[in-house]
């Protein structure tokens, strides 16, 4: 990603830093999950989940700054 504009669109574009924000934190919760030794069942799927989140924020990102290019 273009730091710039990545830095412009968290300025002046709610919608990228609200995709932005969320991005951020489902990739914390998913690290502090994959810190663990042994995942049960139901934090296997849940780290799915918030994996599969964190690209869907990756791609409304993308999108965003491409009509911004």
Do not use: N
Not at 12 to 27: C, L, N, P
Not at 41 to 57: D, G, I, Q, S
């Amino acid at each position: 990603m273009c730091e710039k504009l990545v830095e412009k669109l968290l300025r002046e574009d709610a919608e990228f830093r609200r995709a932005y924000m969320a991005h951020r934190e489902y990739e914390r919760l998913v690290e502090k999950m994959e810190e663990k030794k042994y995942l049960t069942t139901a934090e296997e799927v849940e780290k799915k989940r918030l994996k599969k989140l964190k690209l869907a924020m990756k791609d409304k990102m993308e999108s965003i700054m491409l009509k911004h290019r």
